[in-house]
């Protein structure tokens, strides 16, 4: 049998894998893992509920929070809110764990489930199992006032905006903003947030109905953006996605500042200012080698990890460092939040702004992206990539002909056959040049009989 948790918790279609059922069943079996296998004996757990705007969010919300409260414990539904916004009131109120309701970026029939442990943390996959084993057991099921109670988080917005007003060292008076919320989680406070910090905010994409979340608008469908940006005559545009958990930006003249060039600005900033921890930003593989050849003459070492948010924050909770992030727009300020925040990403890159009195494209340009060309080889041993003579050599012919002006990476898909061939390089034909070559090595190589 699969397993039920994937790379960012449980998610799926909504009442066909997320049912009524299922939710139940994790939340009476989190009521154990992370609550009552937390907490002293004769203490009642405390849980944080909050979920985005897609209309399965209701009956899911309710029936975990049905399950938690029939297990014993206490519920703080917070209602619609961010990813973000969670984790940080788990860590507030002193919460023993929280429960997260969205699918992020996917289209509003999905829906997903994601824990978190004590203080907002993303569960280690070792927890995940353990919820997943409970639920073929029998749940808790205390009787009279045992049982846990279901109130309303009614301050929880207010809370998770503060704290994001506390967190910005130059407020925003002078700079109009343009905000895409994808008709997600972050509708009501990104914009609260933004006006609260003294800029002229436009908003686009905030309007959820239940159905049309990240339709058209929002991080993974920029157009609506860059077009009201230029309309408006903004200096900044912020794009969420439907949880609110990453941010792209766009300059006043409808360019897209992605996630590598944020965290740059950001590296920067920091840098500058004495906080950003060993002088370190922690990227994916996937990052551009632009910005590593930026974050070089800034004098900012690079740490870089497997793609996926959770490996950027496993290296950044071994090794200290307080920024990280990926190219998506997933950016991950320790200082102040636990998991990506792009409601904070959108802040911190407009406080820049504000403070140097700079453009978004003139901070941006410090990073020169180079010409990349991925290429996807389908039906061959993926798992031999890493070892096959032929392939190896073929590999190290290319990182000699690119020397340090490009680079080559060769990445096994997790689910299909498929070899991933990505080139970046000085110019686009030279990538292009360089990864057919090595495409056609790897599906001559690798093919499967």
């Given at each position: 049998?699969?397993r ?7 998610r799926g ?9 299922l ?6 079996a989190?009521a ?8 002293e004996?004769?203490?009642?757990p405390?849980a944080v ?6 209309i ?14 029939a ?7 917070a209602?619609?809110?961010p990813t973000?916004?969670?984790?940080y ?17 996917n ?9 978190l442990?004590?203080?907002?943390q993303?569960l280690?996959?070792a927890i995940e199992?353990a ?11 205390p ?16 809370r998770?905006?503060?704290h ?9 008076e ?6 895409d919320?994808?008709h ?7 914009p609260?947030?933004?006006k609260?910090a003294?800029?002229?905010v436009?908003?686009?994409?905030a ?12 991080s993974t ?11 408006h ?7 969420h ?13 409808g360019t897209?500042?992605d996630g ?26 996937m ?14 070492q690079?740490?870089?990890?497997g793609?996926?948010?959770r ?10 460092y ?11 300020m ?6 990506g ?13 504000a403070?140097?009195?700079?453009s978004?494209?003139?901070l941006a340009?410090?990073?020169t992206v180079?010409?990349q060309v ?12 890493a ?16 020397g340090d002006?490009?680079r ?11 070899v991933?061939?990505?080139?970046e ?7 292009q040049?360089?990864?057919r070559?090595l ?5 001559t190589e690798?093919?499967?009989?």
């Amino acid at each position: 049998m699969a397993r039920l948790f994937g790379t960012d918790g449980v998610r799926g279609l909504a009442n066909e894998l997320i049912t009524p059922e299922l939710s139940m069943g994790l939340a009476q079996a989190a009521a154990v893992v992370l609550g009552f296998n937390e907490v002293e004996a004769g203490q009642r757990p405390i849980a944080v509920v909050a979920k985005d705007p897609r209309i399965s969010g209701d009956f899911i919300s309710a029936s975990i929070e049905a399950g938690l409260a029939a297990s014993g414990v206490d519920v703080f539904d917070a209602g619609t809110l961010p990813t973000p916004a969670a984790a940080y009131l788990v860590a507030d109120l002193g919460a023993d764990f929280g429960v997260m309701i969205s699918a992020s970026h996917n289209p509003a029939p999905d829906n997903g489930i994601k824990f978190l442990a004590r203080g907002g943390q993303k569960l280690d996959d070792a927890i995940e199992d353990a919820i997943e084993a409970r639920l073929s057991q029998e749940p808790l099921r205390p009787h009279g006032g045992e049982v846990g109670r279901v109130r309303r988080f009614a301050d929880a917005e207010d809370r998770y905006v503060m704290h994001l007003l506390q967190s910005l060292p130059h407020r925003l008076e002078g700079l109009k903003v343009v905000i895409d919320a994808a008709h997600g989680a972050a509708s009501g406070c990104s914009p609260e947030a933004f006006k609260a910090a003294g800029a002229e905010v436009v908003v686009i994409g905030a309007s959820p109905n239940g159905v049309n979340i990240n339709d058209g608008y929002g991080s993974t469908h920029l157009e609506a953006l860059q077009a009201a940006v230029i309309e408006h005559g903004a200096d900044l545009g912020v794009g969420h996605d439907g949880d609110a958990d990453r941010c792209l930006t766009v300059d006043a003249e409808g360019t897209i500042v992605d996630g590598d060039k944020e965290m740059a600005i950001m590296a920067i900033a920091m840098k500058e200012a004495g906080t950003l921890k060993d002088d370190t930003l922690v990227v994916t593989v996937m990052s551009n080698l632009g910005l590593k050849l930026a974050m070089k003459e800034h004098g900012i070492q690079l740490v870089e990890t497997g793609v996926g948010d959770r490996y950027v924050l496993e290296a950044m909770r071994a090794g200290g460092y307080n920024l990280g992030g990926e190219q998506s727009g997933h950016v991950i300020m320790a200082d102040y939040a636990t998991t990506g925040d792009g409601v904070l990403t959108g802040l911190q890159i407009a406080s820049r702004m504000a403070a140097t009195g700079k453009s978004l494209k003139e901070l941006a340009s410090v990073v020169t992206v180079l010409p990349q060309v991925l290429i996807n080889v389908r039906g061959v041993d993926k798992a031999a990539a890493a070892t096959d003579a032929a392939v190896l050599a073929a590999v190290a012919r290319a990182e000699e002909q690119l020397g340090d002006t490009g680079r080559v990476l060769l990445r096994p898909s997790g689910t299909e056959p498929v070899v991933r061939v990505m080139v970046e390089a000085a110019d686009h034909q030279s990538a292009q040049d360089v990864a057919r070559s090595l495409a056609q090595t790897v599906q001559t190589e690798l093919a499967l009989a």
